[in-house]
């Protein structure tokens, strides 16, 4: 088999064999999904093989969220085995409540590097190519992100015991489809990339044709803007390291307020960075930038004694100068968290502050900051907690609300209750609203969004 014909993957075929200079004594693991851009990369890597010998495995994961999965799998696993290429597989059972796209790639990777292990591979390559990188950068400019998440993903990424590798980065999709038309080389469809519901496909189907339009290189402007953002990026991450080694300290997961606000405003937020990274790890996709923003105006707050809480369970908590991080148990039994834009909660939901909001449910509070006293607070509820209802004079207790919404009594405990600085009750997200909530065609300067 010969595919290094043609011009159109040529520049992938001189960058494994004269940069990345494969030879013998190597072992590379290749995630693949059986898809064209997959298909791709394991047929040019067999190509290689047959010339440079080293040793290739195949790796499959079953997502498990369509019926032709199965019949993906067994399509692979047979063209592995008249091409003599190693296979693996596994098949994802179960998902939890985290977010689908985040929660499988989280699995994927997990299992490639276990498979990197079993076979004492050297490199773990992926199929993510031009488009991928676009999508992926945009995706995260709305989104919100840190520098080097801006730049999308690295073409190599040095781990400590292999290097991941993405050889198609410089390809774009429709470029890999002409090159398996070619070469006559088989793959299957992923029938969920047609779906708009995911957010990823949108970007593919309705953006991306635009910036074609516009110019057919878009992809090489983006890598280039990559390649940018990731060479300034390393340059503040090298000054960032020096001063999170003398500021933070990992034992006791906490910093010195007074210490941390000597250092550059951009170097502040690498450390804040790298800290969430020591105590996320592999969970960091959770993280974004507006949780540094939080733990910023904490920092920056005029209350000496108050804390936050990030996604799974972290408390931030700052006791004057201090500020510790911590990872809570399930045993949460009350809290008090000041509402700046945005707050997670420890029921696992979220409150924030918005611009605009079509929806008018009790998900959703509108409020007039004159006739309330700033600023919000997100607490427990009390023993006698009142709220004023709208249209009447009087009030209803707090308990008597949840008996009538029917929540069960373990919910209760941590259901948050949106009160203002005289601990007046203003809101029971997702329940009742009070005599303060405005309507649409009212004054209010104040939207808030619990979901």
């Known amino acids: 088999m010969d595919l290094e014909t043609g011009e159109i993957m040529n520049h992938v075929y001189q960058y494994l064999k004269k940069e ?16 064209p851009d997959s298909m791709a990369l394991l047929s040019i890597l067999k190509d290689l093989e047959e010339r440079i010998h080293f040793s290739l495995v195949c790796c499959h994961v079953n997502h498990n969220i369509r ?43 997990h ?13 773990l390559m992926t199929a993510h190519h031009g488009d991928d990188l676009v ?9 919100g992100s840190s520098l080097v998440g801006y730049a999308g993903f690295q073409q190599v990424v040095k781990q400590d015991n292999y290097t991941l590798v993405r050889p198609l980065i410089g390809v774009t999709k429709e470029e890999i489809k002409q090159f398996d038309l070619e070469h006559q080389i088989p793959y299957v469809i992923d029938s969920s990339n047609e779906k708009e519901t995911y957010t990823r496909n ?53 910093f010195y307020i007074s210490k941390f606000l000597e250092i550059d405003e951009v170097l ?37 004694n108050s804390f936050i809480f990030l996604p799974d369970q972290v408390k931030v908590v700052r006791a004057y100068d201090l500020l510790t991080f911590e990872r809570q148990s399930n045993t949460i039994d009350t809290y008090e968290i000041e509402l700046f834009d945005y707050a997670n909660l420890p029921n696992g939901k979220t409150i924030e502050k918005v611009e605009e909001e079509s929806t008018n449910g009790n998900d959703v509070c509108r409020l007039n900051s004159e006739e309330i006293c700033l600023p919000l607070y997100i607490r427990t509820r009390k023993y006698g907690d009142k709220i004023a209802l709208k249209g009447t004079n009087g009030h209803k207790k707090v308990k008597d609300i949840f008996i009538d919404s029917k929540i069960p009594m373990q919910e209760r405990e941590l259901w948050p209750i949106v009160v203002d600085a005289t601990d007046t009750v203003v809101w029971i997200p997702g329940i009742k609203k009070s005599k303060f909530n405005k309507q649409k065609n009212e004054n209010y300067d104040i939207i808030v969004k619990y979901y």
Request: hydrophobic content about 30%; overall charge positive; some cysteine.
């Open 20 to 35: 990345l200079c494969l030879k013998k004594e190597d072992i590379i693991v290749v995630g693949c999904s059986g898809g």
């Open 67 to 109: 019926r032709e999965s199965f019949e993906e799998k067994e399509f692979l696993e047979d063209w592995c085995k008249k091409k003599n290429i190693a296979f693996e597989s596994m098949i994802i059972e179960n998902y939890g409540d985290d977010n689908f796209h985040n929660e499988a790639r989280t699995i994927r990777y």
């Open 111 to 123: 299992y490639f590097e276990g498979i990197v292990q079993k076979y004492g591979a050297n490199y």
């Open 135 to 143: 999508e992926t950068i945009l995706m995260r400019l709305v989104r």
């Open 202 to 254: 949108r970007y593919r189907k309705k953006v991306l044709p635009f910036l074609k339009e516009e110019d057919p290189k878009y992809h090489e402007k983006f890598l280039k803007f990559s390649k940018t953002l990731i060479k300034y990026n390393n340059y503040i991450d090298g000054q960032a390291k020096k001063e999170y080694k003398k500021l933070y300290q990992p034992d006791q997961k906490s």
């Open 268 to 304: 502040q937020e690498k450390v804040l960075n790298s800290i969430l990274a020591t105590i996320y790890q592999d969970d960091l996709m959770v993280i974004h930038d507006r949780h540094v923003e939080l733990i910023q105006k904490l920092i920056h707050s005029k209350k000496k």
